[in-house]
């Protein structure tokens, strides 16, 4: 794999593997097959998907892989380069979404099923903790400056506050209908959540939070079952997946509101956005594609054939 190339790996739920696309030839070059991958003790499964890729993070050193895998209940570090998988450990049932803090060669991941936080050292491939959270636990962020991390608990309507010095809950903040993702602004003074309001006719919404007031500042109408969010490299702009809507809101922060809408593949889950802040890409699990848009012209310039079941995202520049 040419490091001058950019990559996007695509995690395919439905068939246990992780697509590669090199974004410049606009085309998947590689798969990675978990299922080959992972020692099996001879057994073979009469049935797939096994392992179940569900979300995907790269270590900040660019060279490992990591997949919290949903039907067998796993976290997995994988070698880019040779891929060879360099760590397995059981964690919480259904993990869901993975953050790392590099610096202290932690990740945490969020259980649905089991409703827990995992906490894993990654260096010494060890489970720290498991964590109670709220019913169906999501998306998760961490806080640089002050070592929090937010997690939404989409059943419950509430963020769970972890302190990361100690591993406990901090504090919990209540917020509008079934909260999935969230994501922390710059200064990491406002914290963006993605409300799904699932049983809505209008659509979904994004919160703003004051985390020091820890109260809603703004609220803006999004499409229907809004995700994954992704912020520009200034903070201005806010790219939202629309799952049931199939679409991104684009949403300019300056403005308050959202200023376009762009057709996806069908039933989009991931999102990812270049450094240029040229270029975004959505998985769609509907369709198995991934859909390359062009911020320019506004819209979806291609969309590529990958793996069954497209989910989580990475990208790699």
Do not use: W
């Not at 997995?76 to 993990?95: L, N, Q, V």
């Not at 709220?134 to 309507?157: R, W």
């Not at 994004?206 to 809603?216: F, G, H, Q, V």
């Not at 799952?243 to 509101?257: A, H, Q, R, Y």
């Amino acid at each position: 794999m040419c490091n001058l190339h950019k990559y996007i790996f695509t995690a395919n739920t439905e068939e246990d593997s992780i697509s590669i696309v090199d974004i410049n030839k606009r085309k998947e070059v590689e798969k990675i097959h978990l299922d080959s991958l992972i020692c099996t003790n001879g057994r073979e499964f009469p049935f797939k998907p096994i392992i179940g890729p569900y979300s995907l993070k790269i270590y900040p050193n660019k060279k490992i892989l990591y997949s919290a895998n949903c039907y067998d209940h796993s976290l997995i570090a994988i070698d880019i380069i040779d891929k060879k998988i360099k760590m397995r450990i059981s964690i919480g049932k259904y993990p869901c979404e993975i953050e790392i803090d590099g610096q202290n060669h932690v990740a945490y991941v969020t259980n649905g099923d089991s409703n827990t936080l995992s906490i894993v050292d990654i260096e010494n491939h060890r489970l720290i903790s498991q964590l109670p959270l709220g019913e169906l636990p999501q998306g998760l962020v961490l806080a640089k400056k002050t070592k929090k991390l937010y997690i939404a608990n989409m059943y419950e309507d509430i963020i769970s506050v972890i302190n990361c010095i100690n591993n406990t809950i901090e504090e919990e903040i209540p917020v509008e209908s079934c909260p999935s993702y969230v994501l922390l602004s710059p200064n990491e003074e406002i914290l963006f959540v993605s409300n799904s309001h699932m049983e809505s006719e209008n659509g979904g919404s994004i919160a703003m939070i004051d985390l020091e007031s820890k109260k809603m500042i703004k609220r803006i109408g999004v499409g229907k079952i809004p995700r994954q969010m992704v912020l520009s490299s200034k903070g201005d702009f806010l790219y939202v997946i629309n799952s049931t809507s199939d679409s991104v809101s684009i949403i300019s922060l300056k403005e308050g509101k959202e200023i376009k809408r762009i057709k996806t593949g069908k039933l989009p889950r991931g999102i990812a956005l270049d450094k240029e802040d040229q270029t975004l890409f959505t998985t769609n699990m509907g369709d198995n594609t991934l859909s390359i848009i062009s911020l320019k012209k506004q819209r979806v310039i291609e969309n590529i054939k990958i793996g069954k079941g497209a989910n989580g995202i990475a990208i790699m520049e």
